[in-house]
C-alpha cells in the first residue's frame, strides 16, 4: 500500500506565494505522472498542474504563468510553487500520483488534501 501525504497549506493574503509538497511512502514502488489538483467549495475539482517523470509539465488555464510544479524523483516528492495567489485559488489541494508496484500494475493514489486560502 502506497501513501500520500501533502503539506504547505495555509492562510495567504492575495499576491502572496506558498509552496506544496506531497511525498508518496510504502514498499517497493516506482511513481510515473505526478499531479495537483484543486477543488473550491461547490465547484468540480481541476487539473491544477501535472508533471511527467522526466519533467514535462502542463498547468491549468487558471494557473499557467503563476504556479510552477517540480518534483524530486530520488524522494518520490511533488511540489507546486504558487505566486501571485488570488482569492480565486482558494480550494483543498490534492495531490495525485500514477504508482506501479508489482503484481498490482499501475494504480493513481491521492493525497487527503491540503487547504489553501488566500484572502483579499
Known amino acids: 500500500q502506497v501513501q500520500l501525504a501533502e503539506s504547505g497549506g495555509g492562510l495567504v493574503q492575495a499576491g502572496g506565494s506558498l509552496r506544496l509538497s506531497c511525498v508518496a511512502s510504502?514498499?517497493?514502488?516506482?511513481?510515473?505522472?505526478m499531479s495537483w489538483y484543486r477543488q473550491a467549495p461547490g465547484k468540480r475539482r481541476e487539473l491544477v498542474a501535472t508533471?511527467?517523470?522526466?519533467?514535462?509539465?502542463n498547468y491549468g488555464t487558471a494557473v499557467r504563468g503563476r504556479f510552477t510544479v517540480s518534483r524530486d524523483n530520488d524522494h518520490n516528492t511533488v511540489y507546486v510553487q504558487m505566486s501571485g495567489l488570488k482569492p480565486e485559488d482558494t480550494a483543498v489541494y490534492y495531490c495525485s500520483m500514477d504508482i506501479f508496484q508489482s503484481g498490482v500494475g499501475y494504480k493513481s493514489y491521492w493525497g487527503q488534501g491540503t487547504q489553501v486560502t488566500v484572502s483579499s
Open positions: 510504502g514498499s517497493e514502488f516506482s511513481v510515473a505522472g
Open positions: 508533471i511527467s517523470r522526466l519533467g514535462g509539465a
